[in-house]
C-alpha cells in the first residue's frame, strides 16, 4: 500500500458475488422478449439473440472484461443491444427501446429468485474491515433495484455507507466520479481509499481518481487485463493479509 488505508470502495458484480454468469442467462433472456416484442421473425431468432449477446461482450470463450456486460449501465448495454439487433428488422426510438429494455429487466429480476452466490471469503473480509473501521462503500454499474435485492439477499448491504448505482450517477465507470463522490462524503483523500474490482474499467477509475486499487482475480478479468502497477488477489484472504 503506497498510504495507509482508511476506506474501501468495492465494485459488485464479479467481486462482491458470482454474478456473471447469471446475468449472461438475463441477458440472453431480455433478447428473446426483445426478439418477440420487435416481431423479429423467429427463425431469425437465435442468430439475433447470438448478436446482442456478442455486442455486449459475451464470448464462446468467457466474458471480454471490457465488454458492457461487465462494465456497464443498463442504458449502455440497451444501447448495444439495439445496435445489434437493428439488423434483423426496425427498431422503436432509442428512448422507446431503452424503456422496453427496463420493463423487461425489471420482470425477470422480479421472477428470479435466486440470488447469485457470495464469492468465497467476502463476507469475512467485510467484517474484518468493519471491525478495523475501515468504512466501506459501493460502486455498481447495475441499477439501484438490481443492486440492492442482490445485496439484501445476502444481509451485506449494512456493511456500505455509500453507495454510487449504474442508473443513479451522472458519469459511469471508468470515470472518477464514483470514487471522488466517496471521497467528499467520508472526508478521506483519495489516496488512502482502495478500490477493489474485478474489471479494467475499475482500475481506470480508482487511477483517474488518485486512489489506490485492487484486482480481485476470478471475475472478469484476468492478470493480463491489469497493470503492472495495481495490487492483485486471487482470492479475497489475500486482501485480508493486505491490510493486515
Request: net charge negative.
Given at each position: 500500500m503506497t498510504e495507509p488505508v482508511k476506506a474501501l470502495l468495492w465494485d459488485k458484480d464479479g467481486t462482491l458475488v458470482d454474478?456473471?454468469?447469471q446475468w449472461v442467462a438475463?441477458?440472453?433472456?431480455?433478447?428473446?422478449?426483445?426478439?418477440?416484442?420487435?416481431?423479429?421473425?423467429?427463425?431469425?431468432h437465435a442468430a439475433a439473440v447470438a448478436a446482442g449477446l456478442a455486442a455486449i461482450g459475451v464470448r464462446e470463450e468467457g466474458i471480454d472484461p471490457r465488454g458492457e456486460i461487465a462494465r456497464g449501465t443498463e442504458a449502455s448495454i440497451?444501447?448495444?443491444?439495439?445496435?445489434?439487433?437493428?439488423?434483423f428488422g426496425p427498431l422503436p426510438s432509442p428512448e422507446a427501446f431503452a424503456s422496453l429494455v427496463g420493463r423487461f429487466i425489471g420482470d425477470i429480476l422480479a421472477s428470479d429468485k435466486t440470488p447469485a452466490p457470495l464469492r468465497r471469503g467476502i463476507h469475512a473480509l467485510l467484517t474484518k474491515a468493519a471491525k478495523r473501521g475501515l468504512i466501506q462503500g459501493l460502486a455498481s454499474s447495475d441499477s439501484r433495484m438490481s443492486c440492492l435485492k442482490e445485496l439484501s439477499a445476502h444481509g451485506i448491504e449494512t456493511f456500505?455507507?455509500?453507495?454510487?448505482?449504474?442508473?443513479?450517477?451522472p458519469r459511469a465507470k471508468p470515470d472518477p466520479?464514483?470514487?471522488?463522490?466517496?471521497?467528499r462524503e467520508i472526508a478521506i483523500h483519495p489516496s488512502q481509499i482502495l478500490v477493489i474490482g474485478d474489471a479494467p474499467t475499475?482500475?481506470?477509475?480508482?487511477?483517474?481518481?488518485?486512489?489506490?486499487?485492487?484486482?480481485?482475480?476470478?471475475?472478469?478479468?484476468?492478470?493480463?487485463?491489469?497493470s503492472d502497477r495495481?495490487?492483485?488477489a486471487g482470492h479475497p484472504d489475500e486482501i485480508l493479509s493486505l491490510l493486515a
Open positions: 454474478s456473471l454468469e438475463r441477458d440472453r433472456r431480455l433478447l428473446r422478449m426483445l426478439c418477440r416484442e420487435l416481431e423479429i421473425p423467429e427463425a431469425d440497451a444501447a448495444a443491444m439495439a445496435g445489434a439487433l437493428d439488423a456500505f455507507t455509500f453507495f454510487a448505482f449504474g442508473d443513479e450517477v466520479w464514483c470514487v471522488e463522490q466517496f471521497s475499475d482500475e481506470e477509475m480508482a487511477t483517474a481518481a488518485g486512489a489506490q486499487f485492487c484486482a480481485l482475480l476470478g471475475g472478469a478479468g484476468a492478470r493480463q487485463d491489469f495495481c495490487i492483485v
